[in-house]
């Protein structure tokens, strides 16, 4: 099958929609909106991390969040209004609006569905089903109730993935003292399920020594309670996450022996466990339930669950060895991308002139003269960030 992408289309849409809330938002609010960090932010591989709260107490004793400067005891929701976070994005250059654009992701830096946000998170949710269209994302662990399930069924726009985090039954207590149970975090996947929505397990982080004893029961609980997916991630560790594990009583020996280096400070290193995330892969895919090892594989899958459209994941990991190989098959798919297209884009988003392009499969060529060899890699950094939008590699080659 063959898809065509277009910057100049999603351009189009990205304007438009701006202009409809220019008319309707006051001007003390679009100057908020544009001074956002939601307008300057990069997208991460799994989209755009959108806030609809800062900090979290749940006190997970995994969580870095502390080591990034947030609060680790208290939680408030956001200060941006909902057209206010629409307009936010919109105003961001790397952001693009519409089911072919970026990639949207709630719950990085706080809890989505506290008490004390979630709110916040449906507001902003319904914004992006109003204004955006974008494919939506979140990761949970509290327990969701039959009404807030109606209300993000009800969103008829956006594809949204639920991801439900569960990486333990034994020290859930231990590891996660104020959060709720994993058996409410199940019923949340059946309720979830139950309304149509494509819920998936969180399994993530996966620890060595300490819940790599339950990966088959996880998966499994989470299937028969209507998990269509599970996202496998990695683990990384600080010096506060290590001395808080320990403080608990859990033998970091294991943890120690994978670490790439010593943290020092608020360094966040990340602990090689391969083995333990294909352990999961291949249990998952015994049990038949489709495993990922990115979030945004997640999503992709999903877009295609509920809106029946296959296409590429904007994270290309099919061409980076990160592919597990779902039913999206996104090698498979021929993204079809107009030459003119692509130097316009450049041209527009970095004011970049290039000489010529050639486009494969896979890639896109840029030729280019008289580069030294740090501004190439300065260069390929940026040109990078358009790879999404075109679902191709983008490559600088000097003529």
Known sequence: ??????FKRLEWNKLVTKSKLERIMSHESLIKAKADYHANRRPRPCGLTIHSGIGCNLQCAYCYVEDMGFNFKNIRPYGLEA?????????????????????????????????LVIKRTLAYLAAVDTWLGNPCQFSTKFYINEDTVSQLSSLRKISLN???TIITFEKFKKLEPNAPSPDLRLETIKS?????LKPMLFLRPLIPGVNDNEIEELIS??????????VVGGFRVTVRILKRLESLGVNTSEIKKRMLKKPKGNEQISVMINDLKEKAIEIAKDKGIIPFKSACCAN????????GLRIPCPNLCFLKNF????????????????????????SKVYGLKVQDVS??????????????????????????????????????ILK
């Open 359 to 396: 486009i494969t499969k896979f890639n896109i060529y840029l030729y280019m003269q008289n580069l030294s060899k740090s501004k190439l890699r300065k260069l390929n950094k940026k040109v990078g960030l358009l790879e999404p939008i075109f679902r191709k590699r983008i490559k600088i």
């Open 1 to 6: 099958m063959s898809i065509e992408l277009s």
């Open 323 to 346: 592919c597990s190989d779902c039913p999206v098959s996104c090698r498979e798919i021929d993204v079809k991308v107009d030459e003119e297209d692509v130097v316009y884009a450049l």
């Open 162 to 164: 639920p991801l439900i």
């Open 300 to 307: 992709t899958y999903n877009l295609m669950l509920q809106k």
């Open 192 to 196: 979830l399920r139950k309304s149509g």
């Open 83 to 115: 057209n206010e976070l629409a307009y936010s994005l919109l105003s961001n250059p790397i952001f693009f609006p519409t089911i072919y654009g970026t990639y949207l992701a709630f719950g990085s830096v706080t809890e989505p569905f506290h008490p």
């Open 221 to 230: 609980l989470s299937k028969e309670a209507g998990a269509y997916g599970v």
